[in-house]
C-alpha cells in the first residue's frame, strides 16, 4: 500500500488522511456508530452520516476498511439488543448504488476472525461490538495486536470515544500507522477555537449534573465574557444560594463548589424558571427572586422562563462567539423543551456569519434535531464527554498517538 504525505496539509499538528494519502491498502477504521436502535432498526444515523466522507474517500483511494466500533455497555457479554448489525444493515442502505460490497462479521475477535477477515474480497468489513470482548474496555494488547493483523493502516473516526482508553481506540496505535479521519480534524479544529475565542464570548451550559462540568465552567470563567447556566445545574447553583428547590434535580454534595463559582460575576443564574408538580400537570412561571422558596417538595424545577429566554439571547446576540453544551429543561417533554429550542434557534440565527456558533453533547444533538436549526451552526460536536475533556484543555487518550511531534 501507499501513504504519501503532503507538508502543505498539516491541520491541527494531526497525522490525518487530508494530509497523508492512504491508498490501495487495508484500514481499521474506527468509528463512533454508538447509535440508538430500537427493535432492530437505527433511530438516528447521525453519526453514521458523519463517518461517511471518511468511507467514502478511503475507499476512493481504492482501500478496503475494517470498520471497528462499539454499542452500549454490554460489559465483555454478548448481548443481543447491542449487536451492529442492525446499524450495518443502515451504512448498507447509505452506500445503496455505490456499488460497494460488503460484510458483517458477529464472530469474536480471535484468530479465526483475523483469517476469515483478511481472506474476504469486499470493499467494507464491518465487525461485531467491540465492548462484547471484556478487552477493550481494559485498553489489552492481545486484542490490539489481533485487531492490528487485520489490516496495514489504522484511522480514527471516533472523537466521540477518543477520551476513553480502548484497544481499538489507544493500544492499536502501537502497531500501525494510526491517523485521524475527516470528522476527528474538524472536531479538533472547531473544539479548539473554543479554547481562544472571539471576544465577547459566551458559553450556555445545561444538562444534569454540574459535578461533570466544574472543570469546564472554571476553564469558561478564565476565556469567556459570559456563562449562561441552565438545567439542573441551575438548581444547584439556586440551592448553593439559599434557594429551596423542592423536588427539583440538584447535587447537594456539590454545593460548596457552586458556591465558589457563584463568586465569579461572569455567571448568569435564570430570572425566571418553570415549575411543575410531580404528575406535570399544574405549571407555573416563578420569577427568581427574595422569596427563598422556588418550589415545593411536590414540585420540580423542568425549564427556564420566557425572562431568562430573552435575557440570555441579549447576551448572545452581543457574541462574536458562542458555544452551547446540554439543554436547559427536560427537553423529553414538549412543555418543558421550550426554553432550550427557542435559545436553539437564537444561536443559529447567529451562527455561521455574526459569529461563531458550536454545540455538542448527546442531548444538546437531540435538542438541535427538535429546533431544525442545525445546518444554520458552524460545528456540532458529536462528542459528549469527549468534547467536555478536550475543552477542559485535556489532551484526549485517543489523539494523543496521532499528534505530530
Avoid at 59 to 78: A, C, E, W
Avoid at 206 to 215: D, E, H, L, M, V
Amino acid at each position: 500500500m501507499e501513504v504519501s504525505f503532503n507538508f502543505w496539509l498539516v491541520n491541527m499538528n494531526i497525522k490525518s488522511i487530508e494530509n497523508f494519502e492512504i491508498r490501495d491498502g487495508r484500514v481499521i477504521l474506527r468509528v463512533d456508530f454508538n447509535v440508538p436502535v430500537k427493535k432492530g432498526k437505527v433511530e438516528d444515523s447521525y453519526k453514521l452520516k458523519r463517518a461517511l466522507p471518511t468511507i467514502k474517500q478511503l475507499l476512493k483511494n481504492k482501500n478496503q476498511i475494517v470498520l471497528v466500533s462499539h454499542l452500549g455497555r454490554p460489559k465483555g457479554k454478548r448481548v443481543k439488543a447491542l449487536s451492529l448489525e442492525p446499524v450495518f444493515k443502515e451504512l448498507k442502505k447509505m452506500l445503496v448504488g455505490k456499488g460497494y460490497k460488503m460484510k458483517f462479521f458477529p464472530q469474536k475477535v480471535d484468530a479465526k476472525l483475523v483469517k476469515r477477515v483478511n481472506d474476504t474480497d469486499v470493499d467494507i468489513l464491518f465487525l461485531e461490538n467491540m465492548r462484547y470482548d471484556k478487552r477493550e474496555d481494559e485498553n489489552r494488547k492481545n486484542l490490539a495486536l489481533l485487531l492490528a493483523k487485520m489490516g496495514d493502516v489504522y484511522v480514527n473516526e471516533s472523537f466521540a470515544a477518543s477520551h476513553r482508553k480502548m484497544s481499538s481506540l489507544v493500544e492499536i496505535t502501537n502497531y500501525l500507522p494510526s491517523f485521524a479521519g475527516l470528522n476527528l480534524v474538524q472536531e479538533v479544529s472547531y473544539l479548539n477555537k473554543s479554547l481562544k475565542p472571539k471576544k465577547p464570548a459566551v458559553a450556555l451550559i445545561g444538562g444534569s449534573k454540574i459535578r461533570t462540568k466544574i472543570a469546564l465552567i472554571k476553564g469558561f470563567l478564565k476565556t469567556y465574557n459570559k456563562v449562561l447556566i441552565g438545567g439542573g445545574l441551575a438548581n444547584t447553583f439556586f440551592a448553593a444560594k439559599g434557594y429551596e428547590v423542592g423536588g427539583s434535580l440538584f447535587e447537594p454534595e456539590e454545593l460548596r463548589r457552586a458556591k465558589l463559582l457563584l463568586q465569579s460575576k461572569k455567571i448568569i443564574l435564570p430570572k425566571d424558571v418553570l415549575v411543575s408538580d410531580k404528575k406535570r400537570k399544574k405549571i407555573r412561571v416563578v420569577k427568581i427572586g427574595r422569596d427563598q422558596i422556588l418550589c415545593e417538595k411536590n414540585e420540580m424545577i423542568l425549564d427556564i422562563g420566557p425572562e431568562t429566554v430573552k435575557r440570555y439571547a441579549d447576551e448572545i446576540k452581543k457574541a462574536k462567539f458562542i458555544i452551547w453544551n446540554g439543554p436547559l429543561g427536560l427537553i423529553e417533554e414538549k412543555k418543558f423543551s421550550h426554553g432550550t429550542i427557542a435559545l436553539a434557534k437564537f444561536i443559529g440565527s447567529r451562527a455561521t456569519g455574526r459569529a461563531v456558533g458550536i454545540a455538542g453533547g448527546g442531548e444538546t444533538l437531540l435538542a438541535l434535531k427538535m429546533s431544525g436549526m442545525e445546518k444554520y451552526y458552524d460545528f456540532v460536536s458529536t462528542g459528549g464527554g469527549s468534547m467536555l475533556q478536550f475543552m477542559e484543555g485535556k489532551v484526549l487518550p485517543g489523539i494523543k498517538p496521532l499528534i505530530i511531534k
